[in-house]
């Protein structure tokens, strides 16, 4: 039996068109992806999203608007699941209260589970920015849309 693995993503885009990225460890790998993350079961799409928000970044936002859902078949990096994302445009409705890092992976503590924040300007990214395939995509999208 194949499964679905539905994730919900956040674009949150500051006033100096800065995007916020999320640099992990977990699963004894790193990655840098956008907020946000799998949907819980009996959850929607917008709630799991702020619930994201307010368990990774400590924020309330606002859904602006629909912005991209996965069209190709891409396997988990982690599972034998099939992954299906989908992007919101979002604005924070309080004010956020994060670390912001200027370089990768710049952590602080210890632990398996580590993250911190950095801003990066959209006319600076690119796909090689972030690591997994659909973040790729959404990322040509954006420096498309913008």
């Not at 409705?93 to 952590?107: A, H, Q």
């Amino acid at each position: 039996m194949y499964r679905f693995n539905v994730r919900v993503y956040g674009l949150l885009i500051n006033e100096r068109n800065e995007i916020l990225i999320s640099d992990e460890q977990e699963y004894g790998m790193r990655f840098i992806k956008f907020p946000g993350g799998g949907l819980e079961y009996g959850e929607g799409l917008i709630d799991g999203l702020k619930r994201e928000f307010v368990e990774e970044c400590n924020a309330e936002i606002e859904i602006i608007s629909h912005f991209y859902t996965t069209d190709f078949f891409v396997k988990s990096a982690f599972n034998d699941s099939q992954i299906i994302s989908v992007y919101y445009l979002v604005k924070n409705i309080s004010p956020l209260n994060l670390m912001i890092k200027t370089i990768p992976f710049d952590f602080d503590g210890e632990g398996d589970v580590l993250q911190s924040f950095r801003w990066i300007n959209i006319a600076d990214l690119k796909p090689e920015d972030v690591t997994f395939p659909i973040d790729k995509h959404v990322v040509k999208l954006l420096i498309n849309h913008i």
